[in-house]
């Protein structure tokens, strides 16, 4: 069982704040700290937008893929 310092569920949350509370989330761990989000499709467009903003300052692993639930772990590296 992994540790999260955080968990997002985003099928919670209406499409405009998704991704501003998933990215406030990722602003407020401490490095090394991980945050489990947990949503109801791939959120491979949210990995590219980590990868333009957060370039080498997280790790994205999937603890689960689909189909009907998603589940990664974002952790933010220590610099």
Do not use: C
């Amino acid at each position: 069982m992994q540790a999260f310092t955080a968990t997002v569920n985003a099928t919670e949350y209406p499409p405009q704040l998704k991704h501003k509370v998933i990215f406030q989330t990722f602003q407020e761990l401490k490095p090394s700290e991980a945050m489990l989000l947990i949503n109801d499709h791939d959120p491979v467009p949210l990995r590219f937008q980590f990868e333009s903003m957060y370039k080498d300052q997280f790790d994205w692993e999937y603890i689960e893929q689909g189909p009907e639930l998603f589940r990664v772990k974002i952790g933010k590296l220590a610099l």
